[in-house]
């Protein structure tokens, strides 16, 4: 394993600070850009819960990361806010710390549809902002909407 060296670069050499962790593959809505129904139909296999990483898993990889420079972590899907016990995860990478010491900016992209039942526990757990993506399941509502 390469030791931290508080840099991650791109092909550019400029430093990369943020890093986007998919907690699942599933959600329940199908907006036409993300989830298509003529690929994500009833025969469509997900992955397996198996196969998905654990929290332990994803917080060490998320540790590895910070210690090359990540500071901001955003967690997305599918929808985010499927993955059983979500605040579990949150609260784990709440208490990673950058290199400088600082907290992380954790961050969650939703559709929206959990949020009322989970935003005190998210909160509660560490989660420092949300952002709702406002979508259409109709492809003409979507195209009016963009």
Known sequence: MQAA???????????????????????NFRCVY?????????????????DLLNFEEITRLARIFVAHGVKKIRLTG?????????EQLIAMLA?????DGAPLDLSLTT???LLA????SLKNAGLGRITV????INDDVFRRMN
């Open 117 to 120: 039942k989970k935003a005190l």
């Open 133 to 136: 993506s406002l979508d259409a």
């Open 78 to 86: 599918g929808e985010p806010l499927l993955r059983k016990n979500i």
């Open 34 to 50: 993300c989830m298509p129904k003529e690929i994500f139909d009833q025969n469509y296999q997900y992955l397996p819960h198996a």
């Open 5 to 27: 060296t508080g840099q991650l670069l791109d092909s550019l050499q400029r430093p990369l600070r943020d890093l986007r962790i998919s907690v699942t593959d599933r959600c």
């Open 95 to 99: 208490n990673l710390r950058t290199v």
């Open 111 to 113: 559709n929206g549809s």
